[in-house]
């Protein structure tokens, strides 16, 4: 089993940058895909970012693809989501999830652990 806790959000103004942070426990965070998801305000939650269990793999949603970076250290048990050139319709709140199969990461209920979500406000 894998616990997860966001953090990094906060509000900032457009074309600023802000790393997002998913502590982990348990001892097999090493063999899970980490996902990243945002849900915006009246929207269903979407896929941002996905990283394999070695960081071999990534994987963007086209709206990121050049802005942001995933990227994870298994030694510490975390998974980040460097967020650059922020832009307004990036507000939302940002939810980390793990996954044992890279496959479908794409597909929101192929995930097995959900954290509680940090929200990211980009003001214009």
């Known amino acids: 089993q894998v616990h997860v806790v966001e953090s990094g959000g906060g509000l900032v103004q457009a074309g600023d940058s802000l790393r997002l942070s998913c502590a982990a426990s348990?001892?097999?965070?090493?063999?899970?895909?980490m996902g990243w998801f945002r849900q915006a305000p009246g929207k269903e939650r979407e896929f941002v970012a996905a990283i394999s269990w070695s960081a071999e793999n990534t994987y963007y949603a086209d709206s990121v693809k050049g802005r942001f970076t995933i990227s994870r250290d298994n030694a510490k048990n975390t998974v980040y989501l460097q967020m650059d050139s922020l832009k307004a319709e990036d507000t939302a709140v940002y939810y980390c999830?793990?996954?044992?199969?890279?496959?479908?990461?794409?597909?929101?209920?192929?995930?097995?652990?959900w954290g509680q979500g940090t929200q990211v406000t980009v003001s214009s």
């Open positions: 348990g001892r097999t965070f090493s063999s899970y895909a």
């Open positions: 999830a793990a996954t044992l199969d890279f496959t479908r990461v794409l597909i929101i209920e192929f995930y097995d652990y």
